[in-house]
């Protein structure tokens, strides 16, 4: 293809080449090549970079902006109460969980066969917190995941159905790729509770990963469901693809307040004053 230019049109000048490119990016909603444009093109004049580098330093810079957005975006959604990561997890004080079988989990390879994971332990035993570190490594792994107490669930599903959108609300619990229910069991649900629960459940079967936290064993959720035979469905539905992990340790908080009990009694022997801080659940 032969490319002609018109001789009555004067070239444009580099100043003119340069705005017109912003105007691209601009157009095009790349505020971060736009913002890169100027240093990009002052590295590859000083370093002799080609054009063709340039444009790939120019795209790399907007892509990593764009996934930064994206992450974002999906750790707001995912609805986590705390930013805790795998890392923060001190399996060293905690000798009831089994350190290599978290680590597996959290490659997520488990999310691929829609398999389920079942946190069971005493409370304060760090089950919510693992939950949120799996839901985390998710979400920065480009899943949609998110996470809800079995109450609020409950709640915001009865709502849905008093205002004639039960199918809106089903969707949105529905559709992550992962969702996490914390406090399983923690109170006992009504009639129109465990139903609603049930659909979720079973809406998600094969389809897409639940992780369920419990202080209550499996064995005893049918009187907490107060229906043994909606309970033995539940079940097998979540067991069917599931790991069940089973945490018997010490308790973070009652170690925490026993640590916090220790500094004050050292504290009030010497004199000195002890100042608080943050302890995670």
């Known amino acids: 293809m032969t490319i002609t230019t018109d001789p009555t049109v004067p070239p444009r000048t580099s100043a003119q080449i340069y705005q017109r490119l912003r105007s691209h990016l601009a157009f095009l909603k790349m505020g971060a090549a736009a913002e890169a444009l100027s240093g990009v093109l002052d590295a590859a004049r000083q370093e002799g970079t080609s054009e063709l580098e340039a444009i790939e330093q120019l795209l790399a810079i907007e892509v990593d902006a764009t996934e930064n957005r994206q992450q974002a975006s999906r750790l707001h959604f995912a609805n986590l109460p705390a930013p805790w990561g795998i890392d923060d997890y001190d399996f060293s004080a905690q000798p009831g969980v089994d350190e290599k079988l978290i680590r597996e989990l959290a490659t997520l390879r488990f999310l691929d ?16 917190m693992l939950s949120i570190c799996l839901a985390r490594a998710a979400a920065e792994a480009g899943h949609k995941a998110y996470f809800t107490t079995c109450e609020d669930l409950v709640r915001r599903l009865k709502k849905a159905v008093a205002e004639h959108r039960f199918q809106t609300g ?3 619990f529905a559709q992550p790729r992962l969702l996490v229910i914390d406090e399983f069991g923690y ?3 009504d009639e129109d509770g465990r139903s609603l629960l049930f659909e979720v459940v079973n809406t998600r079967y094969l389809k897409g990963s639940i992780i369920t936290t ?3 064993g499996i064995n005893g959720w049918a009187e907490r469901l107060g229906d043994p035979m909606l309970a033995a469905a539940l079940i097998d539905r979540l067991l069917h693809r ?8 010490p308790s973070y908080r009652m170690r925490s307040h026993q640590a916090r009990a220790d500094a004050l009694r050292k504290a009030a022997a010497h004199g000195t004053p002890v100042t608080g801080k943050a302890v995670r659940s």
């Not at 079942?118 to 760090?126: A, C, K, S, W």
């Not at 599931?242 to 340790?249: H, N, P, Q, S």
């Open 113 to 128: 066969d829609a398999a389920n994971v079942i946190l069971i332990g005493q409370p304060g035993v760090g089950k919510t």
């Open 170 to 172: 089903l969707r949105f």
């Open 187 to 189: 109170r006992k649900l």
């Open 214 to 216: 419990s202080h209550v």
């Open 242 to 249: 599931g790991i069940i992990v089973g945490i018997d340790g």
